[in-house]
């Protein structure tokens, strides 16, 4: 039997581990598998709970193909909201920096639709931290490990035009309600947001002024319920808040601007 002619199986077997996307899963296994021991290992693992995208080592995100090791975050699809308000903002010739960026997704997929952008990004998970460098490489970008900013080059203060932060913003007393895949098999630290969720976002809009340049912006994700309070906490920082809302990806961004210094 080939692998191709397996399909019919494995999607039994997925839908038994309780995969929803059971077909569609199982063509992605199919084509990732190069032999027929390497898709039954692949199928093993994802019906004992791995997320998919750790089985076949990528993610789709806003139309690229982004590597993501174990233990990595996956990148959420309603974070392409987040992606496209930064493209909207972002001037060519932009110095963008993307902080707890997990396996990149972000920064890189801002790369690919913003005209000669300077690519940043640091995370403090050195696993994060190497699939970053792979994914933003293609775009010129430098991935730096360490916490926040930190391992950020000083040349880059005063400089940054555009800083996306997909910090984790789950409340502590919360992650043991998220689903398996993310509770299980991703850092806590890229979920875990303190009491309130928003402890990683006060520390990078505290911070934000002394590396945004006079008029560049900070956006972070954040929930609905949540995204007053983050407007608070950006406007507390010295940063004029918006909050934006998508009801069709049930994404919320808010964007903080450092006002531009008059002369």
């Given at each position: 039997m080939?692998?191709?002619?397996e ?9 038994a ?17 190069n032999?027929?021991a390497?898709?039954h290992?692949m199928?093993?693992?994802?019906a ?6 750790h089985?076949v080592g ?9 590597a993501?090791?174990?233990g ?21 010739g ?7 960026c997990?396996?990149g ?7 690919a ?9 640091a995370d403090?998970d050195p ?24 391992p ?8 940054v ?5 997909n ?8 992650i ?8 299980l098999?991703?850092a806590?630290?890229a ?7 928003l ?6 809009a505290?911070?934000?002024?002394c ?12 929930s609905?319920r ?7 906490i ?7 808040p ?12 808010v964007?903080?601007t450092?006002e531009?210094?008059?002369?």
């Open positions: 080939t692998i191709r002619n399909a019919t199986s494995i999607i039994s077997r997925l839908r581990a309780g995969c929803v996307f059971a077909e569609e899963e199982a063509r992605l296994l199919v084509e990732a598998a032999t027929s390497e898709l290992a199928v093993n693992r994802r004992a709970g791995l997320p998919l995208e089985v990528w993610a789709e995100f806003c139309g690229l193909r982004v993501v090791d174990a990595v975050f996956v990148p959420r699809p309603r974070s392409a909201f987040l992606v496209g308000q930064a493209a909207d903002i972002a001037r060519p932009a110095v963008a920096v993307d902080l707890c997990g396996s997704a972000l920064g890189t997929a801002l790369a639709v913003c005209e000669r952008l300077e690519l940043h990004a403090i696993a994060a931290v190497r699939c970053a460098r792979r994914n933003v490489a293609p775009f010129g970008g430098s991935v730096y490990e360490g916490d926040l900013y930190v950020l080059p000083a040349r880059l203060q005063g400089r035009d555009i800083l996306i932060a910090a984790p913003y789950v409340p502590t007393e919360a043991g309600l998220l689903p398996p895949e993310a509770r098999h991703e806590r630290m979920l875990d947001g303190g009491a309130d969720g402890d990683i976002q006060r520390r990078i505290a911070e934000a002024g590396w945004l340049a006079p008029g560049g912006h900070l956006l972070v994700e954040s609905e949540q995204a007053p309070l983050s407007a608070e950006f406007a507390s920082a010295g940063l004029t918006k909050i934006i809302r998508c009801d069709e990806w049930d994404a919320t961004v964007i903080g450092r531009t210094t008059s002369t």
